[in-house]
């Protein structure tokens, strides 16, 4: 009887254009804001933020960029994984260079490096779409993972061709390296997440994402009624390299510590972070975290019941894991194309006429 | 009609028809060995309604698309606004304000009727990324702007209650309206028209061509229609040009083409000897 | 002079290697061209098909793994190995049936999609494929062998060797895979061309309703095409996995096949071979002209990167029609 828009009237069209337009709605966003803000950072373990919540929020983040790309452009990638080793080797780079220089601006660098690689490896999209394209995106996929592993440059001659990320400090707090705590962690991802969440609403509510969706949804026709495609699609391409290369460089940096190309950044991360998008939902930022939540909770339950609790070996677990996720792929795309997100807001809508149906 | 001079016209309901907007001077079109369109030429002036009409196949929709710069001719010359326009890519066409509709309704489905149609504006919307990405000064106050004007169109063609609706969702009649809504938006000097009443029933035909027709009283628009529905062009349009296999057999007002014998060959076929 | 008998040394191998990427790009085609679905999972297949007959012939209890894990029990082996014949003809089995429940359970239920999302279920599939075989049969690295003959051909070796006064290289194994991949081709652009279920099949690539219309069986066609695609997996499978050993990466080299396509137009059986012969040659001689001063291993990306650069300049592929775009 709360959940619902009577009452709640639009005097402008400002207010009619908000983000969450039902109060509830808002009052839900404050909250879950506060927690994670407020309370979290103080309880967090080490577990809870190396097991759970700093994946998830750089997945988010990884998964909101590759969203804007396909989800609101229509573009499909599966060169995230390469994107994302651009951002990680980049933010290495720059670390190790300028030591003295805050880690916030080279994890900011980093993406916009990974911006200008992404746009470059979006520039035949102009001439190549659908699956051609996707298939196209391997190229990058392949070629990055190839450089940063046979260029020594890229990881400072280290004789075990891995790159390390060495201790920095933001507000004296390390947030890279050994010494970094838990909530230090967390903290850094959240910020970059909510931060760059708030921006993709942004850029997706406006001129810009509607241009995307034109693109994403008729290209020919939003060409005729005036959108440029090679400027709307290079900036899908930038932008969304931006967000998935801060991912990068937040993976490396921050969650992983030390990573060598072929492991971390292969062509299974960029499936991942695919994955994620569908099933959290396509075109949907809230869809993005749901997606990334899903796919980074999923194998932590799975190990702790099946591992944990039948005491399976861990090899069957993890090919069980994929089984179950290929299946919910299958599923997904079967039965729910726009994943989490709109089932979510199906059940809002239900919500809006309980207990008045009809 | 009254004596056609340089500076325009004056319709049989009295409207004041202006001087020459778009001119087409001798158009050919192929694709490879095809001929879609030969040595056309015709005008369309400002503030009429100007059909082109002719069988299945004679090249109507193809001469839409050489106006809206889809497909660039072979040979011949666009002329607008006493200029030739050189090749241009469509969403350059776009921009100098020549809107349109389709055919086989290309709407954004996966967007809300009110994006679809604010689509309409995007070449209004000059707002910079920075400003979008924050939604702070120019990005804001400027879809506010477009969004009134995209309401006074709403409330024009009467599509109020469908506005945050997926347009996948709509019945087809609704959806050619919106497509209509979107091409306005644009405020465009000429809005092209492609079976703008293709596959509806009476009362969606009479409609459409009340809306048509308050477009151009009201707003002044010049249209430039396709349709193969004699009848309803005959009531609607200025002036019309006929075309049969890519070529012009007649142009003129509607009583002066339905009274021309190829005309009337063409769609009612002729005995060949 | 001995770079140039070298250079041919590598395209010889180039071609070999080129013959299998067209004969996995060719199961690419024949899906494609029949439900316009584009099978990311193909490569994964091979990995299945190969997994499946390393372990029928060795008589390895299936799911053992599992079974042990859940029952405390310690299965592993039944104890009997199977001849290479039946072992192939039974893993040609398991891959009708798997191509009827993919039909059944996931194709069915996507008709009328955009080939993206199908293309991404593929994606999907091959992961669940991904996982039942290793779930089935174990990971670990198995070898294979079906009795074809390995080693480096001494023939060969002797006759360049009198022709040239260098002998060349070339593995029995490569020549045998070239020729059965050949044949292989060969047999299904017949099938193709002169059977009345060839025929059915062209028809439904061509218009799925108008196929209908006339009697054809979607259903049948499918479930036949994903089994054919199924067989060339098979093969592929047995001539990588006798090569290198049935592993994860094997689902990888049949990967190659999607520039392959690229290159080849996905509609065209001749662009298929003649792709794979390109980028076979081509990623050999790059890899011995250019690869040795960029540090090697270019073969991992240069077939993608060939493709890319090419479809910039002609985006329907080598012998794909001109697009015409309408509105």
Redesign the interface.
Known sequence: MIYREAGDFKT???DD?QTFPIRLDRWGYYAILAVAFGIIPFVINDYWANAVLVPFLIYAIAAMGLNILTGYAGQ?SLGTGGFMAVGAYAVYKLMTAFPDVSIAIHVLLAGLITAAVGVLFG??SL??????L???T??AQ??L??LF???PWFYNYSASGQITAPTRTVFDQAVTGPAASAPAKYLVCLVFAFALAW?AR??T????G??W??I???D??????????LRAKL?AFAVSSFFVGIAGALLFAVYLGAAEVGEAFG?NKS?LV??MI?IGGL?SIFGSFAGAAFLVLLPVLLKNTLVGT????T??AA????????????TF??VE?HGLARLWRLAKDKLRLWPFPH | MNAMTQDGYVTADGRQIGPVVMELRNITLRFGGVVAIKDISFDIRQGEIRAIIGPNGAGKSSMLNVISGFYHPQDGQVIFKGQVRPAMKPYQVARLGIARTFQNIALFEGMSVLDNIMTGRLNKMKAGFLSQALWWGAAEREEIENRAAVERIIDFLEIQNIRKTPVGRLPYGLKKRVELARALAAEPNLLLLDEPMAGMNVEEKEDMSRFILSVNDEFGTTICLIEHDMGVVMDLSDRVVVMDYGKKIGDGTPSEVRSNQAVIDAYLGVAHD | MDQFIFGMEVVMNGLMTGVMYALVALGFVLIFKASGVFNYAQGVMALFAALTLVGIQNGQVPFAHLINATFGTSLHHFGWTVPAVLAVALTALVMVLLAFLIEKLVLQHLVGQEPIILFMATIGLAYFLEGLGDVMWGADIKTLNVGLPQGISDGIEEVTATWFGYGFFIDRLDLWATLIAAMLVAALVAFAQYTKQGRAMRAVADDHQAAMSVGISLRFIWVMVWSIAGFVALVAGIMWGTKSGVQFSLSLIALKALPVLMLGGFTSIPGAIVGGLIIGVGEKLFEFTIGPMVGGATENWFAYVLALIFLVFRPQGLFGERIIERV
């Not at chain 1, 039948?310 to 070996?313: C, D, K, N, Q, V």
């Open positions: 402008s069209y400002r254009s499909v520039l035949p001439r190549i779409k659908g699956f051609y996707a298939v196209a391997l190229a392949f070629f993972v190839w592993n046979k260029v921006l942004n850029l509510r406006g001129s810009l509607r241009k969706m034109a994403r949804d008729m020919i026709a939003a060409e005729i009624i005036g959108v440029n495609p900036s062509i499936f695919l994955f569908i075109g039948l005491g399976w070996p090899d069957l090919h069980i894991e994929l089984m179950i996720v290929g299946a919910l792929i299958v795309l079967i194309p």
